[in-house]
């Protein structure tokens, strides 16, 4: 395994991760470990949960998570792995009741956890109810979404979001509605998609013509924070395109460590996570929401989602190449541009500081 990543260079100096971080196995798993494990993952969207009695998986890294409403109006996070014979507790994305019920044999948690039946288990040595719940996670409301850390000591969330509470406030996502989730199985690392995210608009007027005269590249700006950074774009309209209908004012790009993304246009946010399912694969989700949902609006709305679908099948077609080449024994790792690709490094020294390979 190759360990050569200096993060402490200057960005004239420095290079991106080797490749090994991208097509090895260990890497991958010392990845869930020291980041899926360790960072808050965004897990979904508050309104799932917004009954009292009710839950909804998800993944957090390779970790399959079930997190609950009690009947108080409590959130809790769980492991959704049974404690009998290791299948998932929940298997449907959400579902209401006051237990959960895992399909193989039966065995059955409330909402806070706690095994409540396990049948004909009596006489069983050293294993009893009460010592066996599902492992809990922590778990937090933020504006529209969820978030589950596995640590034990998770990191400041407050502090991470700071930036984006402050910075993106005009946009006033509070009003912006939830439309549509679209799903993309990616055969590419999940450090692809998002170094493809970092790159300042490097890639805008190459990989994507319908975007390059409405997305000025020359104004386009990067901002780093802690655990997060932010890329700032002011569109321009060009008149009688489809794209510049649908994508105006100055758009900000967020970037959460690790793997979320929050995209934001005037009316318009679109939330992209990335979640890693292998070495070599991983899948995208993207959650639509829009301030104006009315019937008026649902022609626009089409549009969004129409350009959306066609920039993400150009990214896509791309990180699948990439993680190619990074398979290639002539590829190690590349520059980054000064003027464009320091957010992309700020991402590979905030996963080098983090692994202990
Ligand atoms: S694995 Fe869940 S009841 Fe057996
Ligand atoms: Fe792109």
């Known amino acids: ?42 897990v979904g969207r508050a309104e799932e949960l917004s009954k009292h009695g009710t839950w909804m998986t998800a993944q957090v890294g390779k970790e399959s998570v079930v997190v609950t409403r009690d009947f108080e109006g409590n959130l809790h996070a769980f492991s959704n792995v049974c404690r009998h014979r290791a299948a998932k507790v929940c298997r449907a994305p959400r579902g209401e009741g006051s237990r959960l019920r895992c399909q193989y044999h039966g065995w059955t948690y409330d909402l806070e956890g706690r095994l409540k039946t396990n049948p004909e288990f009596e006489g069983v040595n050293n294993f009893t109810k009460e010592e066996n719940p599902l492992p809990r996670f922590y778990v937090k409301e933020f504006g529209p979404w969820l978030f589950v850390s596995l640590s034990e000591k998770p990191s400041s ?49 190459t990989l994507h013509p319908a975007l390059a005269g409405v997305i000025p590249y020359s104004d386009y700006r990067s901002e780093l924070f802690s655990r997060s950074s932010l890329q700032t774009a002011p569109l321009k309209p060009k008149t009688g395109d489809g794209v510049s209908q649908v994508r105006k004012g100055t758009a900000q790009y967020w970037w959460l460590y690790p793997n979320l993304m929050i995209n934001l246009y005037e009316g318009v946010m679109d939330v992209n996570v990335v979640i890693p399912e292998a070495v070599d694969r991983c899948r995208v989700i993207f959650d639509f929401y829009f301030e104006d949902v009315s019937q008026e609006n649902s022609s626009f709305i089409d549009e969004s989602l129409k350009v959306a679908h066609q920039v993400q099948l150009e990214d896509q077609e791309i990180c699948q190449e990439v993680q190619k080449g990074l398979e290639s024994a002539y590829y190690q790792s590349g520059p980054f541009s000064l003027l464009r690709e320091q957010t992309a490094y700020h991402f590979h020294q905030l996963i080098s500081k983090r692994m202990t390979l």
């Not at 509605?177 to 790159?199: A, G, S």
Request: hydrophobic letters at 40%; proline letters at 5%.
């Open 1 to 42: 395994m190759d360990h050569r990543f200096d993060p402490h260079l200057p960005l004239d100096k420095a290079r991106s991760l080797p490749s090994e971080w991208y097509v090895n196995q260990k890497a991958f798993e010392a990845e869930l470990a020291h980041v899926f494990r360790k960072e808050w993952i965004w």
């Open 157 to 205: 969330f407050e502090e991470q979001w700071e930036p984006f509470q402050k910075e993106s406030a005009s946009f006033q996502i509070e009003k912006m509605k939830f439309v549509k989730r679209v799903e993309y199985p990616l055969q590419c690392n999940w450090k692809v998609f998002i170094d493809n995210y970092l790159d300042g608009g490097y890639h805008i007027n």
